[in-house]
């Protein structure tokens, strides 16, 4: 899997330039990681309505830091949820919150520099 790059110029330009928000976003990110972690996971023992919502609410996330490749995979889990085919997500489930705790650690670094 290609490494997350954070394209900050793109996001800018998506924000109108807004800085303010931008910083706001990554706060958020980073203030609810566990919390969307924790939900996967519940998601994944609970049924696949639950995986289907929580791996949306990822996709949106990564989405929102230009990250494709973890979109891609939080999408491809929530259309596995909606088919029903929750019996071997799991795979999908670790890889998507190995994604996410990437883009955590890049975005920690903003926070850090």
């Known amino acids: 899997m290609n490494p997350y790059v954070l394209d900050k110029p793109a996001i800018l330009e998506r924000l109108g330039g807004d800085e303010d928000i931008f ?4 706060d958020m990110f980073l203030n ?4 969307n972690r924790q939900a ?3 998601a ?3 049924d696949s309505a639950a995986l289907q919502r929580e791996a949306h609410t990822i996709k949106g996330l ?9 979109a891609e995979l939080a999408q491809a889990l929530e259309y596995q949820a909606k088919s029903g085919l929750v019996d071997d997500a799991q795979a999908r489930v670790t890889e998507l919150l ?3 705790d990437e883009v ?4 920690r670094g903003l926070s850090a520099g």
């Open 23 to 26: 910083a706001m976003m990554v």
């Open 32 to 35: 609810e990681q566990d919390n």
């Open 40 to 42: 996967l996971l519940a």
């Open 44 to 46: 994944l023992a609970a």
């Open 62 to 70: 990564l989405a929102t830091f230009s990250d494709g490749l973890g």
């Open 98 to 100: 190995a994604r996410v």
């Open 104 to 107: 955590a650690g890049v975005l």
